[in-house]
């Protein structure tokens, strides 16, 4: 009766996997970017609006290039928001081979394709990994992000309640050059409002952006997992030996290739991360460190403590799931080594022999592929920002 029992637990958890897929699928449609569901309208709309935006924080930044904090305070949010960019772009690019690899596997998400209880753990473990991390990393960029967005108004605020003779000052939400003076509140808020387009762009464009392949490298590894299951519980003396063996064989020359056609679409999205990740993780801290104790300025270092927790926790990300799936391949190639090889016969070792050829070398996520995500290199890149940082307070 328990075992039953459990058993049907299994078969919902497993029926709400699917989940997954959606949340990610709502989370793109925002931007129009849905591998097979794009919608060029809107997706033109968001990245050509960010493109505008962009060139005038840099429009603003040239303008005030002498000025070090302000330097230090615009390439927080430029470096951020060009990475928002290039994650847009590499997705659009590549929208048809990532529609390639959700049609190859849907399938995997079917109740039926696991055959014991240990493979469906298995393959719910990764799910709910990637879960979770969707859970906490959009909600808290969503929130950051509008924190963010919100700030000037507390300065607003408080020259409201000043004299009536006092100058107003009106403050954007991002450092953008207007090529104009604002004077009225009208003007004002019509391009506040505007502004507030970056709210769905780095929940969605940047974070979601991430969810996403996350969700497709951990799926990977879910997958991984199995077959080194299914590769311990394979008998060398039975009669199906060879069928099972066989498709065991095409179902790892079906990962690696997915593996790698991921990490063709992902290493080109890494390799701004890579660079720009370490430099904002500096560049928070450096602000964290030299904020004074006024409100105003009490409210953007708690921005600031938030949105780099969120860019280590993304980071953190990237190194996990490189980990994992270096460790998954890692498994089956152990699993192989560790089988009854030398019970096998001659005309089956052939297929053996095939398969060990193809776990050499463990299979990577890379960033221009020449760095691996690991969570060595994870403590690496912190050691990084950390540098920069004291290369910084040095200069200034």
């Known amino acids: 009766m328990d075992d039953n029992s459990s058993e049907t637990t299994m078969e919902v ?7 997954l897929i959606s949340w990610n699928r709502k989370i793109f449609n925002v931007m129009g970017l849905w591998p097979s569901d794009i919608d060029d309208r809107l997706f033109y709309f968001f990245f050509g609006f960010l493109t505008v935006h ?69 393959f719910l473990k990764y799910n709910e990994i990637s879960k979770t991390f969707i859970k906490f990393a959009i909600p808290v960029m969503c929130f950051d992000a509008t924190m963010f967005y919100m700030k000037p108004l507390t300065g607003l605020m408080r020259s409201k309640s000043g004299t009536e003779n006092s100058s107003r000052v009106y403050v954007l939400p991002y450092q953008t050059r207007t090529f104009f003076e604002i004077t009225d509140m009208r003007t004002y808020i019509s391009i506040y409002a ?92 450096y602000n964290l460190l030299h904020s004074p104790g006024s409100l105003e300025q009490g409210m953007k270092l708690v921005v600031f403590v938030i949105f780099s927790l969120c860019m280590l926790f993304v980071l953190f990300g990237y190194c996990y799931i490189g980990e994992c799936l270096i460790n998954e391949s890692t498994s089956f190639s152990n699993s192989l080594y560790n089988s009854q090889w030398y019970n096998i016969p001659p005309n089956h070792a052939k297929l053996l022999i095939i398969c060990m050829c193809q776990v050499q070398q463990p299979l990577k996520l890379t960033a221009g592929r020449f760095y691996v995500f690991s969570l060595e290199k994870f403590t690496d890149m912190i050691k990084t920002s950390m540098a920069y940082l004291s290369l910084l307070r040095t200069f200034m």
Request: hydrophobic content about 45%; some cysteine.
């Open 54 to 122: 962009c060139c005038l924080e840099y429009a603003q930044l040239f303008q005030y290039i002498d000025q070090l904090d302000y330097v230090i305070s615009n390439l927080t949010e430029s470096t951020t928001l060009t990475m928002v960019l290039v994650k847009l772009g590499v997705y659009r690019i590549n929208a048809k081979r990532l529609c390639r690899v959700l049609d190859d596997i849907i399938d995997d998400y079917k109740v039926d394709r696991y055959k014991t209880r240990e493979e469906r753990l298995a």
């Open 13 to 19: 958890d497993l029926s709400k996997t699917m989940n």
């Open 194 to 285: 505007v502004e507030g387009l970056i709210l769905p762009l780095l929940t969605c464009g940047y974070t979601g952006a991430d969810c996403f392949m996350i969700t497709l490298i951990l799926h990977v590894c879910s997958q991984f997992s199995i077959l080194a299951l299914r590769m311990k519980n394979i008998t060398t003396n039975s009669r199906d030996f060879h069928s099972e063996f066989s498709q065991l064989i095409v179902k790892h020359l079906r990962l690696i290739r997915i593996a790698k056609s991921l990490d063709d679409v992902f290493n080109i999205l890494l390799l701004p991360q890579l660079l720009g990740t370490p430099i904002i993780l500096c560049l928070g801290a």
